[in-house]
């Protein structure tokens, strides 16, 4: 079956995201509300390295709704989220930071909701500042958490 340049166009588009920003991994899930249909609705704790920053890892929990329209993808999800990211080993800056720049972005609903972590370095403190938010607003502000991972010289053993 032929596709046309549209087809190859939405391709691309849809591979941008992932190539910019982290890819998390499922490290757990806990059930929060029994579904008869579909999954339930759950919260998802996901682990990422930061992509231009050796030595820094995030956690990130956040809730994915289930039933029928969560298990098809068509569901809304909340915009709770809580992230932790530490060091785990040298802090290596493979290139200039800038201040904002998206680190992980995921999809929460079937259109124009994302959870997104953001990156600013605080040079006075010597510390990086990780941000996560909803892009859809609540009530006049988005839901946000942020970590921060002070730079400091990793010991050797």
């Given at each position: ?17 992932a ?123 988005p839901?946000?958490?942020?970590s ?10």
């Amino acid at each position: 079956m032929k596709q046309g340049p549209l087809f190859a166009l939405a391709l691309l588009l849809a591979a941008v995201p992932a190539l910019r920003t982290a890819q998390a991994e499922v490290i757990a899930t806990v059930d929060t509300v029994f579904k008869l249909l579909g999954p339930d609705d759950k919260i998802l704790i996901e682990a990422f390295d930061d992509p231009k920053v050796d030595g820094v890892a995030c956690h990130l929990s956040r809730a994915k709704r289930g039933g029928v329209s969560g298990g098809l993808g068509l569901a809304e999800d909340t915009s709770d989220a809580a992230i932790a990211c530490r060091q785990i080993g040298p802090i290596v800056m493979k290139e200039e930071l800038k201040d904002g720049e998206s680190v992980f972005s995921k999809s929460t609903s079937l259109l124009f909701k994302k959870l997104q972590v953001v990156r600013f370095l605080d040079k006075k403190r010597n510390t990086l500042v990780y941000l996560v938010y909803s892009d859809k607003l609540i009530e006049g502000s988005p839901k946000n958490s942020i970590s921060t991972v002070p730079v400091m010289p990793w010991r050797k053993e």
